[in-house]
């Protein structure tokens, strides 16, 4: 692992332009679990029935009740690990321009990064349905079920359910960013779903190195990563920061 991990360190204290794609893996040390594999949120609920917009269209507050309460509590006791804190490291040292999340929890930006594509929305404000009023999720009065505003309406999360369409501004933008980048670090995802799964196939093709770092093995290991760093992401960029410090 010692020469792989220098050799990458090498490779990205080199780039000019490296962009990120997190997923749920970057977190599960921060306490949030991931969706799929060991512990994950989809082996306890079924998403199609609890996260697709027309669940949450038919019965809010079942959703609010099973999806939402249990995301907030883990939510907002988590707190950035160090390999979020490794990319932000990582942006202030000039080397990571961009991150492309596909996770709700904020904390890249908590870690310090400036430049974060919230890919599937975020999970820190709630926008109701009728007017449009936004609110910070932590302030929502959850005494009823599902909680409403002031004008009747029902609130909903500002994450993208499935069934929704992505954000067009987010999605041009992490194209840009994919199509741009000498190297992409993919962190933390099973790349199982569209179209965030498609930004390192979009990297490779512009000849961008797509460095995976995953405690498994993924659909893009064989055919677009050029390599895999398999562990923990706190401690494998923990480790990649150290070499890149001594490269200083
Ligand atoms: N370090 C590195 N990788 C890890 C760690 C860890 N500590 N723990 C888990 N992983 C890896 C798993 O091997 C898996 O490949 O993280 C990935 C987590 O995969 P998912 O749970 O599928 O998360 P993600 O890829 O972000 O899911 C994509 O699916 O349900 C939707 O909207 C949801 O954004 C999510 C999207």
Not at 129 to 146: F, G, K, N, S, V
Request: with cysteine; net charge neutral; aromatic share 4%.
């Amino acid at each position: 692992m010692d020469s792989l991990i220098t050799s990458v360190a090498r490779d990205l204290a080199a780039a000019s332009r490296v962009v990120a794609l997190t997923g749920a893996g970057i977190s599960v040390e921060s306490g949030i679990p991931p969706f799929r594999g060991k512990g994950g949120l989809w082996e306890k609920i079924d998403p199609m029935e609890y996260a697709h917009i027309d669940a949450f269209m038919k019965d809010p507050a079942k959703i609010w009740q099973v999806l939402i309460l249990e995301m907030k509590n883990v939510v907002d006791k988590a707190r950035p690990n160090s390999a979020h804190q490794g990319l932000a490291r990582l942006e202030t040292l000039g080397i990571l321009k961009t991150i492309i999340t596909q996770n709700v929890d904020g904390l890249h930006q908590m870690a310090g990064n400036t430049d974060v594509i919230e890919f599937h929305g975020n999970f820190a404000w709630q926008r109701c349905m009728q007017c449009d009023h936004r609110l910070e999720t932590r302030h929502i009065d959850l005494a009823q079920m599902p909680p409403r505003c002031e004008c009747g309406g029902i609130f909903r999360p500002e994450c993208v359910f499935f069934g929704e369409m992505i954000s067009p501004d987010h999605l041009n933008r992490s194209r840009q960013a994919a199509s741009s980048c000498d190297v992409m670090l993919v962190v933390g995802t099973s790349a199982l779903v569209q179209p965030a799964a498609f930004m390192p196939v979009i990297a490779k093709r512009s000849g961008a190195r797509i460095i995976e770092i995953n405690s498994e093995r993924t659909p893009l290991t064989r055919d677009v990563s050029d390599l895999l760093i398999m562990g923990k992401a706190g401690e494998v960029i923990n480790r990649l920061l150290t070499e890149i410090e001594k490269l200083r």
